[in-house]
């Protein structure tokens, strides 16, 4: 795309206009304005919020519970140009990134066909730059498990970060990713990390958190496959007391 030529021979296909969607470049204006009205953009999130590479993502981790979809007309910055539609929807209290971004999906479609059906009529708006939130590609490492956090905040983590780069922890049975978590009880009982009988469940075993317990639903052990907590834990033969950190990032497979 930033061929020297291309926007030339982009120009030359006389197209109206060019929708870009989950391209994850940022254009030159000469390509954006080689189509005669524009470049237009379909977005994850309710802009200004969110501008960036993963807005499905960190509006789960950020516990949002509502995001959307937007169009806007593409100019040089990342996600800034002045929006033309959009529309919301609520984050379900256990949705993952996965899920989710499938119903954007089939949203987005539907807001960008009325985009482009209502394009003469509709005026763009410029976006409200002070009040945007950032949505940075993710890494290997933004899964990382931190039990110094609280349990609510692990959980969106674990949510956010499903299906990739998925939410990772380590113990002496080897490092093991959380697909599905569940939050429970409030305040600090035992050390982050320690795999307990939490007070919210005494039957069962979950891991304590800063602030309440995260227990898993379903996890997958390294280089094995996806399977639930209690078969894990039958395997794993991890006793009362086991404690759970976050990976080296030395050995994090890439």
């Given at each position: 795309?930033?061929?020297?030529?291309?926007?030339?021979?982009?120009?030359?296909?006389?197209?109206?206009?060019?929708?870009?969607?989950?391209?994850?470049?940022?254009?030159?204006?000469?390509a954006l304005e080689a189509p005669r009205r524009g470049s237009i953009n379909?977005?994850?999130?309710?802009?200004p919020r969110y501008r960036g590479a993963a807005p499905i993502q960190w509006a789960i981790m950020r516990?949002?519970?509502?995001?959307g979809i937007t169009t806007f007309q593409m100019d040089e910055g990342m996600d800034t140009g002045p929006t033309l539609r959009?529309?919301?929807?609520?984050?379900?209290?256990?949705?993952?990134?996965?899920?989710?971004?499938?119903?954007?999906?089939?949203?987005?479609?539907?807001?960008?066909?009325?985009?482009?059906?209502?394009?003469?009529?509709?005026?763009p708006?410029?976006?409200?730059?002070?009040?945007a939130t950032l949505a940075p590609r993710l890494k290997r490492t933004d899964g990382h498990l931190d039990w110094n956090r609280s349990a609510p905040d692990l959980v969106n983590l674990v949510r956010g970060c499903n299906p990739w780069p998925g939410a990772l922890t380590h113990s002496h049975a080897g490092t093991l990713t959380i697909w599905r978590a569940t939050a429970a009880g409030?305040?600090?009982?035992?050390?982050?990390?320690?795999?307990?009988?939490?007070?919210?469940?005494?039957?069962?075993?979950?891991?304590?958190?800063?602030?309440?317990w995260l227990r898993p639903i379903e996890v997958?052990?390294?280089?094995?496959?996806?399977?639930?907590?209690?078969?894990?834990?039958?395997?794993?033969?991890?006793?009362?007391?086991?404690?759970f950190a976050?990976?080296?990032?030395?050995?994090?497979?890439?």
């Open positions: 795309m930033r061929d020297p030529e291309w926007p030339e021979r982009f120009r030359a296909l006389g197209a109206d206009v060019a929708v870009v969607v989950a391209f994850g470049q940022i254009l030159p204006r000469a379909v977005h994850g999130s309710l802009l516990g949002e519970t509502e995001t959009s529309a919301s929807v609520t984050i379900g209290p256990a949705e993952t990134a996965g899920e989710l971004a499938a119903r954007l999906a089939v949203l987005g479609a539907d807001v960008l066909v009325d985009t482009l059906a209502r394009l003469d009529t509709l005026m708006r410029p976006q409200r730059h002070e009040d409030a305040g600090r009982t035992h050390p982050p990390g320690t795999l307990e009988r939490s007070a919210a469940d005494p039957g069962d075993l979950a891991i304590a958190t800063a602030d309440g997958q052990p390294e280089n094995r496959r996806a399977m639930s907590w209690p078969e894990y834990l039958r395997g794993a033969r991890l006793a009362r007391g086991a404690m976050k990976p080296d990032i030395s050995s994090t497979p890439r």
